[in-house]
């Protein structure tokens, strides 16, 4: 079946550090999404990708989709004690069914 | 954030107790999904309603039973439970079944005894 696989599982950087974390599929994605989950929360949606090679940016956030869409990247740039917590890829089969599939999530600790 | 709403909170119920999850949704969306979070595993996706029918049922075992009344409702019957569905379980909905981003609730810490 689909998997999404995501690394690195840990990241400990100091603060002002750049982050990345990376998302690979094992089938072509229609779509991938990114949630970030803080200690003791719930997964809260940050943003989606469509198109093959789409770029956003949130800040000081950046998304990318890759050209085969079967591969994301999430890279936080200066990181902040505020961006502490998982991030989470999901990415949706290209027979869009609504069923999203997880990474693993990358957990983040910023120290101070 | 109310989008959401779970409950209870926490459960803690023996392996033949029969319990209920539940989930509400207050954003007028159209489907409604069911995930299973354990400690060091990916989120699992467990059932997806879309306009009050289930689209998805990713290979749950059927001790888990869910039934969605309508559009804003979801619920999560248990029963005959194992230790190893400890776990925290979380109900989300969005606008639509596909490539919109989804709501979570704040889960239900369950335990089983």
């Known amino acids: 079946g689909q998997q999404v ?62 050209e085969a ?21 999901a990415g949706e089969a290209s027979s869009n069914t609504g069923k999203l599939i997880f990474g693993q999530g990358t957990t983040l600790q910023v120290k101070p | 954030e109310t989008g959401v709403t779970q409950t209870p909170r926490h459960l803690v119920m023996g392996m033949t107790n029969k319990k209920s999850l539940k989930c509400e949704q207050h954003l007028g969306h159209n489907a409604m999904y069911w995930y299973k979070q354990s400690a060091k595993k990916p989120l699992e996706l467990m059932f997806v309603y879309s306009l009050e029918e289930r689209v998805e049922n990713n290979s749950v075992p059927s001790r ?16 005959t439970l194992q230790p190893e569905d400890s776990a925290l379980y979380l109900c989300a909905s969005s606008q639509g079944a596909s ?15």
């Open chain 1, 5 to 66: 696989m995501q690394i690195p599982q840990y990241q400990h950087v100091q603060e002002g550090e750049d982050f990345t974390t990376y998302c690979n599929s094992s089938t072509t994605l229609s779509n991938i999404q990114w949630y970030k989950q803080r200690p003791g929360g719930h997964p809260v949606f940050l943003i989606q990708l469509v198109k093959s090679g789409e770029v956003k940016k949130q800040k000081r956030l950046t998304f990318q989709f890759g």
């Open chain 1, 69 to 89: 869409k079967k591969n994301s990247s999430l890279h936080i740039t200066a990181t902040q004690t505020t961006d502490v917590g998982t991030y989470f890829c």
């Open chain 2, 64 to 79: 888990f039973s869910p039934e969605c009344p309508n559009s804003s409702h979801l619920f999560l019957h248990l029963h």
């Open chain 2, 99 to 113: 490539a919109y981003e989804q709501y979570f609730g704040p889960g239900t810490r369950l335990t089983v005894t």
